[in-house]
């Protein structure tokens, strides 16, 4: 884990943050009555939405994984919840190495206690914002080998960077310094697909001072400008399944979703 030990991480628990409200949502114990408070205020369909979304990033980081990508960088990645990406990855390569980052203490301090690596593989933690990919890419260097592919996952994290500059700004600095044959794995909320929800969850958040931009499908898919989509293209969470998966009926679904290879 990597922190600074003459900087102890202060947790504050007076205020909501989006790791614990999503906690939350995903039926999880490691959050506040703060961050409940917002989840409970979130329309119903938030909670099967982050079900959603957690499910497609196992069978994202599973597809990268079987086909060879050992290597992942989970930006945003909130608290463990189980199977954690390095354990669905790990299953596939057991000497895969990933290191989580995310900007909130108590995010640090239960990967501290969860986030075992299989033996042969590596995972690290980096106490890092989002909005400061320099440091994210120098603290990952440590563990990942940046020569090679590497798979960045950002999941439900660019809707909580409501200016489309500095998001868009973030994104190409982190895929502009990793090796060709990279991928970006990605989530965002749809502001299109249900716009009366979707403003809805904007104003709960907002009334806890958490600023949510939701993008519409044309907005979101800037986020993939000179990357080449995989099949589906960019869709949503329950629309991108694993092959076994394609004769289910999708599910209804807020969050788009694309994973796409660096040339």
């Known amino acids: 884990m990597t922190t600074d030990p003459s900087r102890p991480p202060r947790i504050d628990t007076g205020k909501a943050h989006p790791a614990r409200v999503y906690d939350w949502l995903l039926g999880g114990k490691d ?7 917002v989840g409970r205020r979130l329309p119903p369909e938030a909670r099967t ?17 079987e086909r060879g990508i050992d290597q992942f960088l989970d930006v945003g990645a909130g ?12 299953r596939a390569v057991p000497a895969a190495r990933v290191v989580y980052v995310d900007n909130d203490p108590i ?3 239960h ?3 969860l986030l075992v690596s299989h033996p042969d593989g590596a ?4 106490l890092a914002d989002a909005q400061a990919p320099d440091e994210i890419i120098r603290q990952a260097g440590r563990v990942l080998d940046l020569r090679r592919p590497v798979a960045l996952s950002l999941i439900a994290l660019l809707h909580f960077l409501p200016d489309d500059e500095r998001a868009g700004a973030v994104v190409r600095e982190l895929v502009g310094a990793l090796a060709p044959g990279s991928h970006l794995i990605l989530t965002h909320g749809a ?17 806890a001072g958490i600023r949510l931009g939701l993008r ?3 907005e979101v898919a800037c986020f993939f400008d000179g990357l080449d989509l995989l099949p589906p293209g960019l869709v949503t969470t329950t629309e991108w399944p694993t092959p076994v998966e394609r004769s289910a009926a999708p599910e209804n679904s807020g969050v788009y979703a694309g994973v796409a290879r660096k040339p």
């Open 31 to 37: 959050n506040y009555p703060v961050d409940e408070e």
């Open 49 to 65: 939405g982050a079900r959603q979304n957690r499910a497609f990033m196992r069978r994202a980081a599973a597809h990268l994984a």
């Open 79 to 90: 608290i463990p919840t189980e199977p954690n990406l390095h354990q669905v990855v790990q």
């Open 107 to 109: 995010v640090l301090r």
């Open 111 to 113: 990967a501290e206690a």
């Open 123 to 126: 995972t690290e933690y980096v």
């Open 191 to 207: 502001s299109d697909l249900n716009p009366e929800l979707a403003g809805r969850a904007t104003a709960q958040y907002a009334r």
């Open 216 to 218: 519409a499908r044309d």
